[in-house]
C-alpha cells in the first residue's frame, strides 16, 4: 500500500456518492477541466503495467496519476456504503467488517506511450480485518474523455428518435442489446449497464431492506442494457481487469462460457446488478460479429491499433464485417456509432472558420465522409429509411459519426434542422431521465453535418 496516501482535507464540489438524497447538482467527475491531473508534461505518473502487445497495438502501458477529487471529507460516505454492501451479500456481518478507502487515481491505458487510448478513474479500499485486501473499483459514472460522452449522447439520442422506447429500458422494464467493438479500459460498457439497469436495483444500490423474493428478481432479471463486447488484444482485457478497474466477471472464453462460474466476493460487493450484464470477448471483430446470432438495437466501434489507426476492414463498405454488421442490426431502430479521428485538412484549415464566419454549414471531410457513406449502406439497402450524421467532439479533434434505421421527425421531414431539433429533444429527455452529470448539447450541436444520400 506504499503507493497509497490519504490526501490533505479540501473543500470541494459535491462528489457523486452512494446515498439516498436527492442531488439538485452532481458534480462531473469526468469534466474535461480534471484532464490537467492525467493529460500533459507536468502529471506526473507512475507506471502500473508495461507489456508489449503481439496483436499490433505495440508497447501496451497503464500509468497511475493522482486524483483531486473526491476529497477525504467525502470517503466515511462511501465506506459506509461498501460495509452496507458487504452485510447484505454476507448477512450477520454488519458490525464485523469495515472498509477504508486508500484513494483515488486516474489510469490512464497507453499505446506505445504515445496514444492515450482509455482513461479511467478507480477508487482503491481495503478491508480492515485484511489490509492486504486491496481492490480497485473503477467509477462507473466517470467518462474522462469527451469522445465518450458524444458516442454515449449521441447514441442514445438516435435511438431514441428511432420509435425505439428508451425510457423504458433506462428504467429497467426491457432489456436493450448493445455491442461494443473495442474495449480499452471499459469505460462505455460499465456506463451503460450502470445507468440502463433492472428498476429494482436501484433500491440495491442505495441499501433499502429487500426481501427474498426480490433479491431473486434480481439474480433472475435480464432487463437492463446487456452489453457484449469484443476486444481483439488478451493483453488489453488484461490491463481493464488488472489496473483500470473492470470487473472480472464479464470475461469470456473462446466457447462462450465465463472464466469465472461465479463471480469473487468483493466482485459481487461492488458490481451486483452490473456484472451479470456485461460479456467480455477475446476476439477478432469481424470472426464475431459473423459469428454470432445476436440482434443488437445500438452498437459501438472504437476501434483503434498501436498506430492509432482505424483498421480498414472495419470501414471497407464491401467487407465482411459490414456485410454482417447489416444483418445483426434491428430492423426497426438498429443504430451505430462510431468515433473517428477528424480530418485535419477540414478542422484545421481556415476554410472551416471562413465557413462560420459567413453563417455556412461545414462540409464533412474526406475520410470521416467516406467512413459515413459505408456505414450508412447498413441503414439504407433495401428501402430501410435510415440516415446518417457526424457530430464534432469538444476539446478534442475527434469526430462522431451515426447511422440509425427509422428515424423520425414530427412532420416526416429529414431535412438537416428537422433532424436536429429531434436530436436536441432526445438529448434533453436521456439526460434527464438518467440523471447525468453532464449537459448533453455540447455533445450534440457541435458542427452537427447530416450525410449527403448516396
Not at 452532481?26 to 480534471?34: F, K
Not at 504515445?114 to 480497485?136: C, H, L, N, W
Not at 433532424?419 to 434533453?428: A, G, M, P, R
Request: aromatic share 10%.
Amino acid at each position: 500500500m506504499g503507493m497509497w496516501h490519504r490526501v490533505r482535507l479540501r473543500s470541494c464540489r459535491k462528489f457523486r456518492s452512494f446515498c439516498t438524497s436527492v442531488r439538485r447538482h452532481i458534480e462531473d467527475e469526468g469534466d474535461w477541466s480534471y484532464s490537467s491531473e492525467w493529460w500533459g508534461e507536468n502529471c506526473d505518473g507512475h507506471t502500473l503495467l508495461r507489456s508489449t502487445s503481439d496483436k499490433g497495438n505495440g508497447v501496451v502501458s497503464v500509468v497511475a496519476h493522482h486524483s483531486s477529487r473526491p476529497s477525504e471529507i467525502h470517503w466515511p460516505g462511501i465506506e459506509r456504503w461498501l460495509q452496507q454492501r458487504y452485510a447484505e451479500m454476507h448477512p450477520g456481518s454488519e458490525n464485523n467488517e469495515k472498509f477504508r478507502i486508500l484513494g483515488y487515481q486516474w489510469r490512464v491505458l497507453r499505446f506505445n506511450d504515445e496514444t492515450r487510448q482509455s482513461t479511467a478513474k478507480i477508487m482503491a479500499a481495503y478491508r480492515e480485518s485484511d489490509p492486504g485486501s486491496v481492490f480497485i473499483m473503477q467509477l462507473a459514472n466517470c467518462l474522462a474523455v469527451p469522445y465518450l460522452k458524444s458516442m454515449l449522447l449521441v447514441g442514445l439520442a438516435s435511438i431514441a428518435s428511432c420509435n425505439y422506447d428508451l425510457m423504458k429500458a433506462v428504467h429497467g422494464k426491457k432489456t436493450m442489446n448493445i455491442l461494443c467493438i473495442g474495449h480499452g479500459g471499459g469505460s462505455l460498457p460499465l456506463f451503460l449497464a450502470s445507468n440502463i439497469k433492472v428498476m429494482i436495483l436501484s433500491h440495491f444500490r442505495y441499501g433499502v431492506s429487500k426481501s427474498q423474493e426480490e433479491m431473486s428478481l434480481m439474480s433472475e432479471a435480464k432487463y437492463g442494457a446487456v452489453v457484449d463486447i469484443v476486444e481483439i488484444d488478451p493483453l488489453v482485457i488484461s490491463a481493464s481487469t488488472q489496473a483500470m478497474g473492470f470487473p472480472h466477471f464479464p470475461v469470456m472464453t473462446p466457447s462462450g462460457e465465463r472464466v469465472l462460474s461465479e463471480p469473487d466476493p468483493m466482485g459481487e460487493v461492488l458490481w451486483k446488478g452490473i456484472h451479470e450484464r456485461l460479456f467480455l470477448f477475446e476476439s477478432d471483430a469481424e470472426e464475431f460479429i459473423q459469428n454470432t446470432t445476436k440482434i443488437y438495437d445500438m452498437v459501438f466501434v472504437d476501434a483503434y491499433d498501436g498506430d492509432d489507426i482505424f483498421p480498414y476492414k472495419l470501414r471497407d463498405p464491401n467487407s465482411p464485417f459490414l456485410k454482417a454488421l447489416k444483418n445483426h442490426l434491428n430492423k426497426e431502430h438498429g443504430t451505430v456509432v462510431v468515433n473517428l479521428h477528424s480530418d485535419t485538412d477540414i478542422r484545421d484549415n481556415a476554410a472551416l472558420i471562413n465557413s462560420h464566419h459567413h453563417n455556412r454549414l461545414p462540409q464533412m471531410g474526406r475520410h470521416v465522409s467516406r467512413v459515413c457513406q459505408a456505414y450508412k449502406k447498413l441503414v439504407t439497402e433495401n428501402g430501410s429509411c435510415g440516415l446518417g450524421f457526424s457530430v464534432s467532439v469538444p476539446w478534442v479533434c475527434n469526430t462522431c459519426l451515426a447511422v440509425c434505421r427509422g428515424f423520425r421527425t414530427d412532420d416526416g421531414s429529414l431535412d438537416r434542422d428537422k433532424v436536429l431539433n429531434t436530436l436536441i429533444s432526445k438529448s434533453l429527455e436521456v439526460e434527464n431521465a438518467m440523471n447525468l452529470p453532464f449537459s448533453c448539447l455540447q455533445y450534440i450541436k457541435s458542427d452537427f453535418i447530416l450525410a449527403d444520400g448516396d
